[in-house]
């Protein structure tokens, strides 16, 4: 059987990013509803995302990853990063690989509001 951390390396790219209001319930689209991305997994343990709504929106960050494989996480150790924020503490993602689909989740709290975080990647071929 696959480990979780086999089965997410390599390219993926973004399919969705969906934000869901803990509170209210309420979904945006913090990259529009057409986001463009790429994360790369490499078998050395290095990743790299970037992100952007196409336009003016753009994340970029990388650095090391480990994989908890009974708890199915992804621990991003940023070292570098255009959000200084993210810098701060690993940021980490509930994973999922489905075939060619993998999902990471996170829950982030900015400005006193409680969000759920869904990103959809696509493996690359």
């Known amino acids: 059987m ?25 979904v945006s689209h913090p990259l529009g509803t057409a986001p463009r991305g790429l994360i790369l997994y490499t078998g050395d343990g290095y990743m790299s995302a970037q992100l952007t709504d196409g336009s003016e929106s753009y994340i970029a960050y990388g650095g090391r990853f480990r994989v908890d494989e009974d708890a199915a996480t992804v621990h991003h150790e940023v070292s570098v990063s255009i959000l200084p924020e993210l810098l701060a503490a690993p940021q980490l993602r509930q994973a999922r690989v489905d075939g060619d689909r993998l999902t990471l989740s996170a829950t982030t709290t900015n400005d006193g509001v409680t969000s759920h975080n869904t990103l959809i990647w696509v493996r690359r071929r």
């Open 2 to 26: 696959s480990t979780l951390r086999d089965a997410i390396l390599g390219g993926w790219e973004l399919s969705s990013f969906d934000s869901r209001d803990a509170g209210t319930g309420a």
